[in-house]
T-cell receptor, first 116, second 115 residues
Framework: NAGVMQNPRHLVRRRGQEARLRCSPM?????VYWYRQLPEEGLKFMVY????????ESGMPKERFSAEFPKEGPSILRIQQVVRGDSAAYFC??????????????FGEGSWLTVV | GNSVTQMEGPVTLSEEAFLTINCTYT??????LFWYVQYPGEGLQLLLK?????DKGSNKGFEATYRKETTSFHLEKGSVQVSDSAVYFC??????????????FGKGTKLSVKP
């Protein structure tokens, strides 16, 4: 049973370019989460999605960042016009359900974005 | 709102020493509590969890007990190894739906174990 799959693992972008990070949840999981880890900091929640729905985007920057989880295919975190401050590790996670019942959230190995 | 506070590192121990990493939380209701571990250059791995008061999570020699009265979930290991060197994150997940569905993390505690 494959875990949460993220790609690319490492991505280098020049300032002003777009970055697209992909995440395939674990089999049977319909809830996806994106977190960002800045250097020397903990993980910060960005967005929580179900298929075709954004449940909570309270952690997403207001501009340049967007996320989707279409009916078919992986979840995509998109960062437009990247700046150096976007350099971070972006972690995707999935769970079979939302809060309650002790539903465990499982993480992918992360995508490391470097903006040069 | 919900929050997690864990002891700041770095923590440096000798091999076979006893480890405690403190974690306290603030939450409404009865959240689920987790410890995740991140080895250098890797993603987060679930280490252990507890879903209700007085539950004890355990894995790989690590233990943590869900203490409702002290709102704590301290991580302990009786004898650490060099291979335990990593960053440890305490986290909670709210008991209710909506925005409570995501994990709230502490800032992480870096552990270095010397041979």
């Amino acid at each position: 049973n494959a875990g949460v799959m993220q790609n690319p693992r490492h991505l280098v972008r020049r300032r002003g370019q777009e970055a697209r990070l992909r995440c395939s949840p674990m089999k049977g999981h319909s809830h996806v989460y994106w977190y960002r880890q800045l250097p020397e900091e903990g993980l910060k929640f960005m967005v929580y999605l179900q298929k075709e729905n954004i449940i909570d985007e309270s952690g997403m920057p207001k501009e340049r960042f967007s996320a989707e989880f279409p009916k078919e295919g992986p979840s995509i975190l998109r960062i437009q016009q990247v700046v150096r401050g976007d350099s971070a590790a972006y972690f995707c996670a999935s769970s079979p359900g939302r809060g309650g019942s002790g539903n465990t959230i499982y993480f992918g190995e992360g995508s490391w974005l470097t903006v040069v | 709102g919900n929050s997690v506070t864990q002891m700041e590192g770095p923590v440096t121990l000798s091999e076979e020493a006893f480890l405690t990493i403190n974690c306290t939380y603030t939450a409404t209701g009865y959240p689920s509590l987790f410890w995740y571990v991140q080895y250098p250059g890797e993603g987060l791995q679930l280490l252990l969890k507890a879903t209700k008061a007085d539950d004890k999570g355990s894995n790989k020699g690590f233990e943590a007990t869900y203490r409702k009265e002290t709102t704590s979930f301290h991580l302990e290991k009786g004898s650490v190894q060099v291979s335990d060197s990593a960053v440890y994150f305490c986290a909670l997940r709210g008991a209710y739906g909506g925005s409570q569905g995501n994990l709230i993390f502490g800032k992480g505690t870096k552990l270095s174990v010397k041979p």
